[in-house]
Protein backbone atom coordinates (compact mmCIF):
# COMPACT_ATOMS: atom_id res chain seq x y z
CA UNK A 1 0.00 0.00 0.00
CA UNK A 2 3.07 2.38 0.90
CA UNK A 3 4.59 2.20 -2.77
CA UNK A 4 0.87 2.86 -3.86
CA UNK A 5 0.48 6.05 -2.41
CA UNK A 6 4.03 7.35 -2.57
CA UNK A 7 3.48 6.85 -6.39
CA UNK A 8 0.25 8.71 -6.75
CA UNK A 9 0.72 11.06 -4.29
CA UNK A 10 3.10 13.45 -6.31
CA UNK A 11 2.10 17.40 -6.98
CA UNK A 12 -1.74 16.66 -6.81
CA UNK A 13 -2.19 20.04 -7.29
CA UNK A 14 0.89 21.18 -9.19
CA UNK A 15 0.26 19.48 -12.69
CA UNK A 16 -2.76 21.49 -13.34
CA UNK A 17 -1.84 24.82 -12.33
CA UNK A 18 -0.92 27.78 -14.37
CA UNK A 19 2.11 29.26 -12.95
CA UNK A 20 3.45 32.70 -13.27
CA UNK A 21 6.57 33.88 -15.01
CA UNK A 22 8.36 37.25 -15.75
CA UNK A 23 9.80 38.52 -18.88
CA UNK A 24 12.41 40.86 -18.74
CA UNK A 25 13.79 42.31 -21.79
CA UNK A 26 14.18 45.70 -22.80
CA UNK A 27 13.36 45.36 -26.95
CA UNK A 28 9.93 44.73 -26.97
CA UNK A 29 10.01 42.66 -30.04
CA UNK A 30 11.66 40.21 -28.00
CA UNK A 31 9.64 40.63 -25.12
CA UNK A 32 6.44 39.86 -27.68
CA UNK A 33 8.24 36.60 -29.18
CA UNK A 34 8.69 34.84 -25.67
CA UNK A 35 5.74 36.05 -25.45
CA UNK A 36 3.87 34.38 -27.90
CA UNK A 37 6.02 30.96 -27.01
CA UNK A 38 4.93 30.82 -23.06
CA UNK A 39 1.61 32.20 -22.93
CA UNK A 40 -0.61 28.90 -23.55
CA UNK A 41 1.08 26.97 -20.75
CA UNK A 42 1.72 30.61 -18.26
CA UNK A 43 1.04 33.74 -16.86
CA UNK A 44 3.25 36.42 -17.78
CA UNK A 45 4.17 39.32 -15.99
CA UNK A 46 6.71 41.64 -18.00
CA UNK A 47 9.59 44.36 -17.16
CA UNK A 48 11.74 46.25 -19.17
CA UNK A 49 14.78 47.12 -17.32
CA UNK A 50 16.15 45.76 -13.95
CA UNK A 51 14.91 48.60 -11.50
CA UNK A 52 11.09 47.78 -12.71
CA UNK A 53 11.62 44.03 -12.71
CA UNK A 54 13.12 43.78 -9.00
CA UNK A 55 10.05 46.06 -8.22
CA UNK A 56 8.26 43.69 -9.78
CA UNK A 57 9.63 40.33 -7.90
CA UNK A 58 9.75 41.71 -4.86
CA UNK A 59 6.01 42.54 -5.26
CA UNK A 60 5.17 38.90 -6.69
CA UNK A 61 7.96 37.60 -4.84
CA UNK A 62 5.78 34.12 -3.63
CA UNK A 63 4.01 33.59 -7.01
CA UNK A 64 6.80 33.99 -9.45
CA UNK A 65 7.76 31.07 -10.62
CA UNK A 66 10.61 31.56 -12.83
CA UNK A 67 12.01 34.83 -13.95
CA UNK A 68 13.60 35.22 -18.12
CA UNK A 69 15.87 38.12 -17.98
CA UNK A 70 17.80 39.69 -20.42
CA UNK A 71 21.40 40.42 -19.69
CA UNK A 72 22.43 44.00 -21.29
CA UNK A 73 19.57 45.99 -20.37
CA UNK A 74 19.76 50.22 -19.50
CA UNK A 75 19.19 51.42 -16.19
CA UNK A 76 20.17 48.13 -14.43
CA UNK A 77 21.85 45.39 -16.04
CA UNK A 78 20.81 41.47 -15.48
CA UNK A 79 23.86 41.68 -13.85
CA UNK A 80 22.79 43.46 -10.89
CA UNK A 81 19.46 41.69 -10.85
CA UNK A 82 20.75 38.28 -10.81
CA UNK A 83 22.96 39.58 -7.39
CA UNK A 84 20.41 41.38 -5.58
CA UNK A 85 18.16 38.53 -6.29
CA UNK A 86 20.53 36.33 -5.07
CA UNK A 87 20.92 38.47 -1.78
CA UNK A 88 17.71 38.87 -0.50
CA UNK A 89 16.25 35.73 1.26
CA UNK A 90 12.53 36.22 -0.03
CA UNK A 91 13.41 36.44 -3.42
CA UNK A 92 16.82 33.93 -3.57
CA UNK A 93 14.64 31.06 -4.29
CA UNK A 94 13.17 31.62 -7.49
CA UNK A 95 15.14 30.07 -10.34
CA UNK A 96 16.19 32.80 -13.04
CA UNK A 97 16.65 31.77 -16.89
CA UNK A 98 19.13 33.84 -18.79
CA UNK A 99 18.52 35.33 -22.32
CA UNK A 100 21.57 35.68 -23.80
CA UNK A 101 23.44 35.26 -27.18
CA UNK A 102 27.18 35.14 -25.74
CA UNK A 103 28.95 31.84 -24.68
CA UNK A 104 30.93 33.27 -22.38
CA UNK A 105 27.67 35.36 -20.37
CA UNK A 106 25.65 31.75 -20.37
CA UNK A 107 28.98 30.00 -18.46
CA UNK A 108 29.22 33.03 -16.45
CA UNK A 109 25.87 33.34 -15.43
CA UNK A 110 25.43 30.00 -14.30
CA UNK A 111 28.35 30.13 -12.18
CA UNK A 112 26.72 33.56 -10.34
CA UNK A 113 23.32 31.78 -9.86
CA UNK A 114 21.21 31.81 -12.52
CA UNK A 115 19.14 28.25 -12.85
CA UNK A 116 19.80 28.45 -17.04
CA UNK A 117 19.90 30.25 -20.30
CA UNK A 118 17.88 30.28 -23.57
CA UNK A 119 20.24 31.22 -26.42
CA UNK A 120 19.17 34.18 -28.77
CA UNK A 121 17.52 33.75 -31.23
CA UNK A 122 14.71 32.13 -29.59
CA UNK A 123 14.19 30.11 -32.95
CA UNK A 124 13.27 26.51 -30.67
CA UNK A 125 10.49 27.37 -29.54
CA UNK A 126 9.67 23.77 -28.20
CA UNK A 127 13.03 23.71 -26.59
CA UNK A 128 12.54 27.28 -24.67
CA UNK A 129 9.07 25.63 -23.22
CA UNK A 130 11.03 22.48 -22.24
CA UNK A 131 13.46 24.66 -20.60
CA UNK A 132 11.60 26.71 -18.58
CA UNK A 133 9.16 23.95 -17.46
CA UNK A 134 12.24 21.74 -15.92
CA UNK A 135 13.57 25.08 -13.87
CA UNK A 136 10.26 25.38 -12.55
CA UNK A 137 9.88 21.96 -11.85
CA UNK A 138 13.38 21.20 -10.33
CA UNK A 139 13.13 24.50 -8.30
CA UNK A 140 9.90 23.41 -6.18
CA UNK A 141 11.01 19.99 -5.63
CA UNK A 142 13.73 21.36 -4.27
CA UNK A 143 12.09 23.80 -1.80
CA UNK A 144 9.41 20.85 -1.47
CA UNK A 145 12.38 18.24 -0.74
CA UNK A 146 13.78 20.56 2.46
CA UNK A 147 11.21 18.99 4.68
CA UNK A 148 10.91 15.84 5.43
CA UNK A 149 8.71 14.66 3.01
CA UNK A 150 6.64 11.54 4.23
CA UNK A 151 5.59 9.50 7.02
CA UNK A 152 7.01 6.35 6.80
CA UNK A 153 4.03 4.50 7.93
CA UNK A 154 1.23 5.78 6.10
CA UNK A 155 2.91 7.31 3.22
CA UNK A 156 1.60 10.57 3.52
CA UNK A 157 2.95 13.70 3.38
CA UNK A 158 4.62 14.68 6.38
CA UNK A 159 2.56 17.66 8.20
CA UNK A 160 5.88 20.22 7.53
CA UNK A 161 5.82 19.53 3.95
CA UNK A 162 1.81 19.18 3.53
CA UNK A 163 1.84 22.96 5.45
CA UNK A 164 4.92 24.25 2.71
CA UNK A 165 2.02 22.90 0.06
CA UNK A 166 -0.98 24.22 0.97
CA UNK A 167 0.87 27.47 0.89
CA UNK A 168 1.89 27.23 -2.48
CA UNK A 169 -1.16 26.02 -3.66
CA UNK A 170 -3.01 29.27 -1.86
CA UNK A 171 -0.65 31.66 -3.96
CA UNK A 172 -2.16 29.78 -7.13
CA UNK A 173 -6.11 29.24 -6.52
CA UNK A 174 -6.38 32.15 -4.07
CA UNK A 175 -10.25 32.57 -4.58
CA UNK A 176 -10.87 28.53 -3.93
CA UNK A 177 -13.45 27.99 -1.25
CA UNK A 178 -11.22 25.50 0.99
CA UNK A 179 -11.39 23.40 4.20
CA UNK A 180 -8.57 22.77 6.24
CA UNK A 181 -9.41 19.48 8.67
CA UNK A 182 -8.16 17.77 11.29
CA UNK A 183 -8.72 13.88 11.89
CA UNK A 184 -8.44 12.44 14.92
CA UNK A 185 -9.01 8.81 16.65
CA UNK A 186 -10.36 8.61 19.71
CA UNK A 187 -8.61 7.00 22.10
CA UNK A 188 -6.32 6.01 20.08
CA UNK A 189 -3.72 4.61 22.57
CA UNK A 190 -6.42 2.51 24.09
CA UNK A 191 -6.80 0.58 20.82
CA UNK A 192 -2.99 0.00 20.72
CA UNK A 193 -3.00 -1.21 24.27
CA UNK A 194 -5.72 -3.76 23.87
CA UNK A 195 -5.42 -4.65 20.56
CA UNK A 196 -1.53 -4.48 20.10
CA UNK A 197 0.51 -1.68 18.12
CA UNK A 198 0.09 -3.97 14.85
CA UNK A 199 -3.68 -3.06 14.70
CA UNK A 200 -3.05 0.15 15.45
CA UNK A 201 -0.43 0.86 12.50
CA UNK A 202 -3.44 -1.07 10.47
CA UNK A 203 -5.89 1.44 11.35
CA UNK A 204 -3.84 4.25 10.85
CA UNK A 205 -2.67 2.80 7.06
CA UNK A 206 -6.60 2.29 6.42
CA UNK A 207 -7.44 5.78 7.53
CA UNK A 208 -4.19 7.32 5.64
CA UNK A 209 -5.65 5.15 2.11
CA UNK A 210 -9.54 6.60 2.66
CA UNK A 211 -8.63 9.84 3.17
CA UNK A 212 -6.25 10.12 0.47
CA UNK A 213 -8.32 9.07 -2.30
CA UNK A 214 -10.97 11.51 -1.08
CA UNK A 215 -8.21 14.57 -1.40
CA UNK A 216 -7.45 13.47 -4.32
CA UNK A 217 -11.57 13.17 -5.46
CA UNK A 218 -11.75 16.79 -4.03
CA UNK A 219 -9.02 18.85 -5.21
CA UNK A 220 -6.70 18.52 -2.27
CA UNK A 221 -4.29 16.69 -0.12
CA UNK A 222 -3.53 14.87 2.84
CA UNK A 223 -1.08 14.29 5.29
CA UNK A 224 -0.15 12.57 9.01
CA UNK A 225 0.49 14.89 11.80
CA UNK A 226 1.54 13.16 15.38
CA UNK A 227 0.38 9.95 16.15
CA UNK A 228 -3.20 9.38 15.16
CA UNK A 229 -3.69 12.92 13.69
CA UNK A 230 -4.50 13.69 10.08
CA UNK A 231 -5.15 16.47 7.90
CA UNK A 232 -6.77 17.09 4.73
CA UNK A 233 -6.40 20.36 2.83
CA UNK A 234 -9.94 20.06 -0.05
CA UNK A 235 -12.31 21.97 -1.74
CA UNK A 236 -14.83 22.97 0.61
CA UNK A 237 -17.34 20.08 1.29
CA UNK A 238 -21.46 20.88 2.31
CA UNK A 239 -21.34 17.19 3.41
CA UNK A 240 -18.64 15.41 5.48
CA UNK A 241 -21.03 12.48 6.43
CA UNK A 242 -19.86 10.53 3.60
CA UNK A 243 -16.21 10.35 4.60
CA UNK A 244 -17.07 9.34 7.93
CA UNK A 245 -19.08 6.52 6.70
CA UNK A 246 -16.79 5.69 4.38
CA UNK A 247 -13.94 5.47 6.83
CA UNK A 248 -16.45 3.50 8.30
CA UNK A 249 -17.03 1.16 6.26
CA UNK A 250 -13.51 0.76 5.32
CA UNK A 251 -12.39 0.01 9.21
CA UNK A 252 -15.41 -2.34 9.41
CA UNK A 253 -13.26 -4.58 7.28
CA UNK A 254 -10.53 -4.73 9.42
CA UNK A 255 -12.54 -6.01 12.72
CA UNK A 256 -15.93 -6.56 12.47
CA UNK A 257 -15.95 -5.80 16.23
CA UNK A 258 -13.72 -3.30 16.88
CA UNK A 259 -15.73 0.18 16.80
CA UNK A 260 -13.00 2.47 15.93
CA UNK A 261 -14.43 6.26 16.26
CA UNK A 262 -13.17 9.32 14.06
CA UNK A 263 -14.00 12.81 14.25
CA UNK A 264 -12.79 15.27 12.20
CA UNK A 265 -12.55 19.74 12.83
CA UNK A 266 -13.27 21.42 10.06
CA UNK A 267 -12.64 25.28 9.19
CA UNK A 268 -13.77 26.83 6.42
CA UNK A 269 -10.72 29.74 5.14
CA UNK A 270 -10.90 32.87 4.48
CA UNK A 271 -9.42 35.09 2.32
CA UNK A 272 -7.74 37.05 5.12
CA UNK A 273 -6.30 34.08 6.41
CA UNK A 274 -2.71 33.59 5.73
CA UNK A 275 -1.32 31.56 8.63
CA UNK A 276 -1.13 28.77 7.21
CA UNK A 277 -0.20 26.64 10.29
CA UNK A 278 -3.54 28.32 12.24
CA UNK A 279 -6.17 27.53 10.16
CA UNK A 280 -5.24 23.60 11.01
CA UNK A 281 -4.44 24.77 14.65
CA UNK A 282 -8.57 25.49 14.35
CA UNK A 283 -9.55 22.75 12.52
CA UNK A 284 -7.57 20.40 15.37
CA UNK A 285 -9.54 23.06 17.90
CA UNK A 286 -12.90 21.79 16.63
CA UNK A 287 -11.88 18.28 16.79
CA UNK A 288 -11.30 18.27 20.10
CA UNK A 289 -14.22 19.72 20.99
CA UNK A 290 -16.05 16.55 20.42
CA UNK A 291 -13.12 14.39 22.04
CA UNK A 292 -14.75 11.38 23.69
CA UNK A 293 -18.32 12.31 22.22
CA UNK A 294 -19.65 9.34 20.58
CA UNK A 295 -22.32 10.73 19.25
CA UNK A 296 -20.70 13.68 17.35
CA UNK A 297 -18.21 12.91 14.71
CA UNK A 298 -17.94 16.38 13.00
CA UNK A 299 -17.50 19.77 14.34
CA UNK A 300 -17.02 23.19 12.92
CA UNK A 301 -14.89 26.12 14.16
CA UNK A 302 -16.17 29.05 15.53
CA UNK A 303 -15.01 31.59 16.74
CA UNK A 304 -15.84 30.67 20.70
CA UNK A 305 -14.06 27.67 20.06
CA UNK A 306 -10.51 29.85 19.89
CA UNK A 307 -11.59 31.26 23.32
CA UNK A 308 -12.65 28.08 25.04
CA UNK A 309 -8.98 27.04 23.60
CA UNK A 310 -7.38 30.25 25.49
CA UNK A 311 -9.22 29.61 28.79
CA UNK A 312 -7.85 26.07 28.65
CA UNK A 313 -4.57 26.94 28.28
CA UNK A 314 -5.19 29.86 31.32
CA UNK A 315 -6.32 26.91 33.15
CA UNK A 316 -3.14 24.52 32.94
CA UNK A 317 -1.09 27.55 33.96
CA UNK A 318 -2.51 28.71 36.85
CA UNK A 319 -3.16 25.36 38.34
CA UNK A 320 0.05 25.46 40.62
CA UNK A 321 -0.67 29.12 41.64
CA UNK A 322 -4.38 27.96 42.42
CA UNK A 323 -3.20 24.41 44.77
CA UNK A 324 -0.40 26.81 46.23
CA UNK A 325 -2.72 29.30 46.99
CA UNK A 326 -5.99 27.15 48.51
CA UNK A 327 -8.33 28.50 45.51
CA UNK A 328 -9.13 24.97 45.43
CA UNK A 329 -11.68 23.49 47.79
CA UNK A 330 -13.44 19.70 48.39
CA UNK A 331 -17.13 20.29 48.34
CA UNK A 332 -19.13 16.77 49.85
CA UNK A 333 -22.44 15.62 48.73
CA UNK A 334 -24.37 13.11 50.82
CA UNK A 335 -25.33 9.54 49.66
CA UNK A 336 -28.21 8.38 51.43
CA UNK A 337 -29.12 4.66 52.44
CA UNK A 338 -33.15 4.71 50.91
CA UNK A 339 -33.77 1.06 52.26
CA UNK A 340 -34.26 2.07 55.52
CA UNK A 341 -37.61 3.32 57.22
CA UNK A 342 -36.61 6.80 57.27
CA UNK A 343 -33.51 7.67 54.61
CA UNK A 344 -30.56 7.81 56.65
CA UNK A 345 -27.02 10.13 55.45
CA UNK A 346 -24.65 7.14 55.16
CA UNK A 347 -21.37 8.14 53.09
CA UNK A 348 -20.34 11.12 50.86
CA UNK A 349 -18.56 11.92 47.59
CA UNK A 350 -15.86 14.53 47.53
CA UNK A 351 -16.11 16.68 44.80
CA UNK A 352 -13.74 19.38 44.12
CA UNK A 353 -14.15 22.91 42.95
CA UNK A 354 -11.99 25.71 41.72
CA UNK A 355 -12.36 29.05 43.15
CA UNK A 356 -10.80 31.43 40.17
CA UNK A 357 -9.35 34.78 41.44
CA UNK A 358 -10.24 35.55 38.20
CA UNK A 359 -13.31 33.46 36.19
CA UNK A 360 -14.80 32.60 39.71
CA UNK A 361 -15.99 29.38 40.48
CA UNK A 362 -14.71 26.56 37.51
CA UNK A 363 -17.22 23.51 36.82
CA UNK A 364 -14.97 20.37 37.60
CA UNK A 365 -16.75 19.41 34.13
CA UNK A 366 -14.36 22.20 32.94
CA UNK A 367 -10.53 21.41 33.82
CA UNK A 368 -11.02 17.39 35.05
CA UNK A 369 -11.40 16.68 31.41
CA UNK A 370 -8.82 18.92 30.19
CA UNK A 371 -6.50 17.57 33.34
CA UNK A 372 -7.23 14.39 32.53
CA UNK A 373 -5.80 14.86 29.04
CA UNK A 374 -2.28 16.37 30.79
CA UNK A 375 -2.04 14.27 33.41
CA UNK A 376 -2.61 17.09 36.00
CA UNK A 377 -5.59 15.63 37.30
CA UNK A 378 -2.67 13.98 39.66
CA UNK A 379 -1.97 16.79 41.59
CA UNK A 380 -5.46 17.67 41.65
CA UNK A 381 -6.49 14.26 42.84
CA UNK A 382 -3.47 14.37 45.29
CA UNK A 383 -4.74 17.02 46.90
CA UNK A 384 -8.41 15.92 47.21
CA UNK A 385 -7.06 12.95 48.78
CA UNK A 386 -4.82 14.65 51.19
CA UNK A 387 -7.71 17.02 52.08
CA UNK A 388 -10.50 14.54 52.59
CA UNK A 389 -7.70 12.39 54.92
CA UNK A 390 -7.50 15.02 57.48
CA UNK A 391 -10.80 15.93 57.62
CA UNK A 392 -12.12 12.57 58.27
CA UNK A 393 -9.25 12.64 60.76
CA UNK A 394 -10.84 15.51 62.24
CA UNK A 395 -14.27 14.94 62.31
CA UNK A 396 -13.36 11.51 64.44
CA UNK A 397 -11.27 13.74 66.86
CA UNK A 398 -13.32 16.70 67.34
CA UNK A 399 -17.20 14.79 66.70
CA UNK A 400 -16.12 11.38 67.39
CA UNK A 401 -17.06 9.45 64.38
CA UNK A 402 -17.27 9.98 61.13
CA UNK A 403 -18.75 8.37 57.44
CA UNK A 404 -17.05 7.00 54.52
CA UNK A 405 -16.24 9.61 51.85
CA UNK A 406 -15.53 8.46 48.38
CA UNK A 407 -12.48 9.92 46.08
CA UNK A 408 -12.48 10.15 42.32
CA UNK A 409 -9.40 8.40 40.69
CA UNK A 410 -8.46 8.78 37.19
CA UNK A 411 -7.18 6.44 34.57
CA UNK A 412 -3.78 7.99 35.05
CA UNK A 413 -3.90 7.87 39.03
CA UNK A 414 -4.12 4.32 38.38
CA UNK A 415 -1.29 4.56 35.87
CA UNK A 416 0.92 6.09 38.52
CA UNK A 417 3.29 2.67 40.26
CA UNK A 418 3.55 4.30 43.02
CA UNK A 419 -0.44 4.36 43.59
CA UNK A 420 -1.23 1.95 46.49
CA UNK A 421 1.84 3.14 48.21
CA UNK A 422 0.67 6.54 48.09
CA UNK A 423 -2.65 5.50 49.39
CA UNK A 424 -1.50 3.16 52.31
CA UNK A 425 0.84 6.30 53.49
CA UNK A 426 -1.87 8.60 53.65
CA UNK A 427 -3.46 6.11 56.10
CA UNK A 428 -0.48 5.98 57.79
CA UNK A 429 -0.47 10.08 58.21
CA UNK A 430 -3.81 9.96 59.84
CA UNK A 431 -4.33 7.08 61.09
CA UNK A 432 -7.35 5.92 59.17
CA UNK A 433 -8.96 2.53 58.07
CA UNK A 434 -8.91 1.80 54.88
CA UNK A 435 -12.84 1.20 55.24
CA UNK A 436 -12.78 5.23 55.68
CA UNK A 437 -12.06 5.92 52.47
CA UNK A 438 -14.24 4.71 49.02
CA UNK A 439 -12.62 4.79 45.66
CA UNK A 440 -14.47 5.21 42.19
CA UNK A 441 -13.09 4.73 39.42
CA UNK A 442 -14.89 5.91 36.44
CA UNK A 443 -15.47 2.79 33.92
CA UNK A 444 -13.91 4.62 31.08
CA UNK A 445 -10.73 3.71 33.20
CA UNK A 446 -11.36 0.18 33.28
CA UNK A 447 -10.76 -0.07 29.42
CA UNK A 448 -7.29 0.75 29.53
CA UNK A 449 -4.52 -1.15 30.43
CA UNK A 450 -7.00 -4.20 32.09
CA UNK A 451 -4.15 -5.88 33.55
CA UNK A 452 -2.56 -3.50 35.86
CA UNK A 453 -6.02 -2.22 36.50
CA UNK A 454 -6.72 -5.77 37.63
CA UNK A 455 -3.48 -5.86 39.39
CA UNK A 456 -4.20 -2.37 41.26
CA UNK A 457 -7.49 -3.01 42.50
CA UNK A 458 -7.13 -5.82 43.57
CA UNK A 459 -4.21 -4.59 45.99
CA UNK A 460 -6.14 -1.60 47.19
CA UNK A 461 -9.25 -4.48 47.86
CA UNK A 462 -6.29 -6.33 49.93
CA UNK A 463 -5.75 -3.56 51.85
CA UNK A 464 -9.39 -3.23 52.28
CA UNK A 465 -10.64 0.03 50.41
CA UNK A 466 -14.18 -0.57 48.55
CA UNK A 467 -13.96 0.49 44.91
CA UNK A 468 -17.21 1.79 43.71
CA UNK A 469 -17.04 1.41 39.76
CA UNK A 470 -18.66 5.59 38.62
CA UNK A 471 -20.69 6.24 35.82
CA UNK A 472 -22.09 2.72 35.26
CA UNK A 473 -23.69 2.33 31.91
CA UNK A 474 -21.88 5.18 30.08
CA UNK A 475 -19.42 3.16 28.37
CA UNK A 476 -18.81 0.78 25.62
CA UNK A 477 -17.86 -1.90 27.82
CA UNK A 478 -19.22 -2.22 30.44
CA UNK A 479 -20.69 -5.99 30.97
CA UNK A 480 -17.54 -7.21 29.84
CA UNK A 481 -15.85 -4.68 32.73
CA UNK A 482 -18.48 -6.46 35.14
CA UNK A 483 -17.24 -9.77 34.42
CA UNK A 484 -13.64 -9.55 35.02
CA UNK A 485 -12.92 -6.70 37.47
CA UNK A 486 -13.57 -7.10 41.32
CA UNK A 487 -15.83 -4.14 42.22
CA UNK A 488 -17.94 -3.31 45.10
CA UNK A 489 -20.43 -0.84 44.23
CA UNK A 490 -22.04 0.13 41.01
CA UNK A 491 -22.89 3.41 40.54
CA UNK A 492 -25.53 4.18 37.84
CA UNK A 493 -24.53 6.83 35.20
CA UNK A 494 -26.48 9.98 36.00
CA UNK A 495 -27.96 9.65 32.56
CA UNK A 496 -30.01 6.72 33.18
CA UNK A 497 -31.69 8.58 36.11
CA UNK A 498 -32.12 11.83 34.17
CA UNK A 499 -34.42 10.17 31.06
CA UNK A 500 -36.25 7.48 33.31
CA UNK A 501 -39.18 8.93 32.67
CA UNK A 502 -38.94 9.85 29.16
CA UNK A 503 -39.02 6.34 27.47
CA UNK A 504 -39.90 2.97 28.51
CA UNK A 505 -36.62 1.78 27.81
CA UNK A 506 -34.41 3.51 30.35
CA UNK A 507 -36.70 1.87 32.82
CA UNK A 508 -36.29 -1.26 31.52
CA UNK A 509 -32.50 -0.70 31.65
CA UNK A 510 -32.40 0.47 35.08
CA UNK A 511 -34.26 -2.54 36.38
CA UNK A 512 -31.54 -4.47 34.24
CA UNK A 513 -28.82 -2.86 36.41
CA UNK A 514 -30.42 -3.48 39.13
CA UNK A 515 -30.46 -7.57 38.45
CA UNK A 516 -27.46 -7.63 37.66
CA UNK A 517 -25.80 -5.45 40.65
CA UNK A 518 -28.49 -8.60 42.83
CA UNK A 519 -26.50 -11.30 40.22
CA UNK A 520 -22.93 -10.19 42.00
CA UNK A 521 -24.29 -9.06 45.39
CA UNK A 522 -23.17 -5.23 45.13
CA UNK A 523 -25.34 -2.35 46.15
CA UNK A 524 -25.86 0.40 43.28
CA UNK A 525 -25.96 3.57 43.96
CA UNK A 526 -28.09 6.34 41.73
CA UNK A 527 -26.72 9.80 41.35
CA UNK A 528 -28.36 12.58 39.87
CA UNK A 529 -31.72 12.27 41.93
CA UNK A 530 -33.33 14.96 41.72
CA UNK A 531 -37.34 14.44 42.26
CA UNK A 532 -39.45 12.52 44.14
CA UNK A 533 -40.77 10.26 41.26
CA UNK A 534 -37.26 9.55 40.59
CA UNK A 535 -36.27 8.76 44.19
CA UNK A 536 -39.54 6.68 44.67
CA UNK A 537 -39.11 4.49 41.28
CA UNK A 538 -35.67 4.24 42.16
CA UNK A 539 -36.87 2.82 45.76
CA UNK A 540 -39.76 0.52 44.36
CA UNK A 541 -36.73 -1.43 41.87
CA UNK A 542 -34.28 -2.10 44.73
CA UNK A 543 -31.67 0.78 44.80
CA UNK A 544 -30.01 1.19 48.02
CA UNK A 545 -28.00 4.37 47.78
CA UNK A 546 -28.68 7.87 46.07
CA UNK A 547 -26.84 11.03 45.46
CA UNK A 548 -27.84 13.81 44.20
CA UNK A 549 -29.86 17.13 44.38
CA UNK A 550 -33.48 16.01 45.94
CA UNK A 551 -31.07 15.22 48.91
CA UNK A 552 -28.49 18.20 48.63
CA UNK A 553 -25.81 19.16 46.44
CA UNK A 554 -22.32 18.86 47.02
CA UNK A 555 -22.00 21.04 50.03
CA UNK A 556 -18.85 22.66 51.22
CA UNK A 557 -17.21 21.64 54.20
CA UNK A 558 -18.54 23.60 57.36
CA UNK A 559 -21.97 22.98 55.97
CA UNK A 560 -21.61 18.96 55.37
CA UNK A 561 -19.93 18.85 58.73
CA UNK A 562 -23.21 20.70 60.10
CA UNK A 563 -24.91 18.13 58.53
CA UNK A 564 -23.24 15.20 59.88
CA UNK A 565 -23.94 16.78 63.01
CA UNK A 566 -27.42 17.30 62.47
CA UNK A 567 -27.59 13.86 61.47
CA UNK A 568 -26.09 12.16 64.40
CA UNK A 569 -28.56 13.97 66.55
CA UNK A 570 -31.24 12.58 64.70
CA UNK A 571 -30.40 9.07 65.12
CA UNK A 572 -28.72 8.18 62.34
CA UNK A 573 -24.97 6.68 62.19
P1 LIG B 1 -19.14 12.36 38.94
O1 LIG B 1 -18.06 11.65 39.68
O2 LIG B 1 -20.10 11.51 38.17
O3 LIG B 1 -19.84 13.28 40.00
C1 LIG B 1 -21.19 13.57 40.05
C2 LIG B 1 -21.50 14.90 39.45
O4 LIG B 1 -22.91 15.07 39.41
C3 LIG B 1 -21.00 16.09 40.26
O5 LIG B 1 -20.70 17.11 39.34
C4 LIG B 1 -22.21 16.49 41.05
O6 LIG B 1 -22.18 17.83 41.46
C5 LIG B 1 -23.30 16.26 40.04
N1 LIG B 1 -24.61 16.04 40.64
C6 LIG B 1 -24.88 15.48 41.83
N2 LIG B 1 -26.20 15.41 42.04
C7 LIG B 1 -26.80 15.92 40.95
C8 LIG B 1 -28.18 16.11 40.57
O7 LIG B 1 -29.12 15.78 41.27
N3 LIG B 1 -28.39 16.67 39.35
C9 LIG B 1 -27.39 17.04 38.54
N4 LIG B 1 -27.69 17.59 37.38
N5 LIG B 1 -26.09 16.87 38.86
C10 LIG B 1 -25.81 16.32 40.06
P2 LIG B 1 -19.36 17.90 39.45
O8 LIG B 1 -19.01 18.12 40.87
O9 LIG B 1 -19.50 19.05 38.54
O10 LIG B 1 -18.28 16.90 38.88
C11 LIG B 1 -18.29 16.51 37.58
C12 LIG B 1 -17.34 15.38 37.35
O11 LIG B 1 -16.02 15.82 37.57
C13 LIG B 1 -17.52 14.24 38.34
O12 LIG B 1 -18.52 13.41 37.90
C14 LIG B 1 -16.16 13.60 38.31
O13 LIG B 1 -16.03 12.74 37.20
C15 LIG B 1 -15.26 14.77 38.12
N6 LIG B 1 -14.68 15.15 39.41
C16 LIG B 1 -15.19 15.97 40.35
N7 LIG B 1 -14.32 16.08 41.38
C17 LIG B 1 -13.25 15.31 41.09
C18 LIG B 1 -12.01 15.01 41.75
O14 LIG B 1 -11.70 15.47 42.85
N8 LIG B 1 -11.15 14.18 41.08
C19 LIG B 1 -11.45 13.64 39.87
N9 LIG B 1 -10.57 12.83 39.30
N10 LIG B 1 -12.59 13.91 39.24
C20 LIG B 1 -13.49 14.72 39.84
CA1 LIG C 1 -17.70 10.14 41.01
CA1 LIG D 1 -20.64 9.52 38.32
Not at 334 to 344: A, F, G, S
Not at 519 to 525: A, E, H, I, T
Request: include cysteine; charged fraction near 30%.
Amino acid sequence: MRTKLMKQSGPILFDDMKRTVLVVDDESINRELLGSILEDSYDILYACDGIEALQIINDYSKSISAVLLDLIMPNMDGWDVINKMQNDENTKHIPIIVLTSEHEAEVESLNQGASDFIPKPYDLPDVILARVKRTIELSEDRTILQSVERDKLTGLLTKEFFLEYVDITDHFYKDKHMDAVALNIDRFHLLNEIYGRNFGDRVLQTIATAIYQFARDNDGTAARGEADTFFLYIEHQEDYKQIIRHLKEELKQLSDSINVHIRIGIYQRELSDNDTEKIFDYAKIACNTIRGNFQESIAFYDSNLQKNAIFSERLVHDIYEGLDNGQFKVFYQPKYDIQCDTPRLRSAEALVRWKHPEFGMVSPGQFIPLFENNGLIQKVDHFVWHEVAANIRRWKDELGFSVPISVNMSRIDICDSNIVNRIRKLLNEFNLKPGDFHLEITESAYSSDTERLMNVIDELREIGFLIELDDFGAGYSSLNTLATMPIDVIKMDMEFVRNMHKDKKTLRMIELIMDIAEFLSVPVVAEGVEDKTQYEFLKSVGCDIIQGYYFSKPLPLDEFEQLLIDNKKEGGK
